[in-house]
């Protein structure tokens, strides 16, 4: 008895963590770039009880004979890097990847950070020009990874197909600005970590040239960059739902083997 409550205890716990996932992904449907997390379990480290001699086996069976305990469930969660809706916002600040593995590089305190959200937005820099930042007001590195400054004197902004951008002079005949957004692509999805603010971090395990490369020089020409659009969150309301309902209803089972168990104990303790 004492076995099985624990079982079913190990599974409460790895169940809990399950709809703390879903739970995250509902909240942020609506964030851009977002990538959804799934869950799935696995078996944990089971107990083998040898109680016949393997000779013995006349019934065929394909296992090894004897009887086989489990300890719960083990919750494997990963990050799914699908893409997303692209939906038109026509804000020339705004760009979208038309590829599923190319991140926008951004600058912070701890280091680079890559993400997929691409509503930017000039912030007033120290030295009077406007940064390119994202909506926490994190600069957006450039190709040799720098912050991306602009003096004041243009109109509008136009970001390329390969991830250039260009100001538009506010007369006729007055300075052109132009930089190249710091774009990477990531070959080894699995390898990143989220940071938290829609960031993720590359594991310090590992060296960046494993996990991705910078496009840059004729790499340049395979960065696909839509600006006037956003990438949506891959959420799946439908389906968060559906794996919130079968989470919710195998932890009242557990629940409910524990109380079962408990009574069990209970009443051998009463017979003794």
């Known amino acids: 008895m004492l076995r099985t409550m624990v079982t079913a205890s190990n599974t409460m716990y790895q169940l809990q963590k399950q709809l703390d996932v879903i739970g995250n992904n509902i909240s942020n449907i609506d964030t851009q770039g977002f990538k959804k997390e799934s869950a799935s379990f696995g078996e944990m480290i089971r107990q083998q009880m ?50 599923q593995d190319q991140f926008l590089q951004i600058s ?97 395990n590992r060296p960046l040239d494993e996990v991705l490369q910078l496009l840059n020089g004729p790499l340049r020409n395979e960065v696909n960059v839509q600006q006037g659009f956003l990438e949506s969150s891959n959420v799946d309301l439908s389906k968060e739902i559906s794996d919130l309902m079968i989470a919710q209803r195998s ?11 408990d009574q069990m104990l209970g009443l051998i303790n009463s017979v003794r």
Request: charged fraction near 20%.
């Open 251 to 261: 932890f009242q089972m557990n629940a409910k083997s524990i109380s079962i168990g």
């Open 108 to 204: 912070t305190e701890n280091g680079i950070r890559y993400t997929r959200d691409g509503a930017l937005y000039l912030s007033p820099a120290a030295d009077g020009r406007l940064m390119l930042a994202t909506a926490e007001g994190l600069p957006v590195s450039d190709s040799e990874g720098n912050p991306i400054l602009l003096e004041e004197n243009f109109k509008d902004i136009v970001i390329s197909k390969q991830g250039v951008l260009t100001t538009v002079p506010a007369v006729p005949g007055g300075p052109v600005q132009t930089a190249q957004l710091g774009i990477v692509k990531i070959t080894s999805p699995q390898h990143l970590e989220k940071t938290g603010s829609n960031l993720y971090a590359i594991d310090n």
């Open 50 to 99: 040898d109680n016949q001699p393997q000779e013995k086996n006349e019934l065929g069976r394909s296992s090894a004979m004897g009887l086989r305990e489990g300890n719960g469930a083990h919750l494997n969660i990963k990050t799914v890097f699908s893409q997303g809706i692209v939906k038109k916002t026509d804000r020339n600040l705004d760009l979208a990847f038309a590829e």
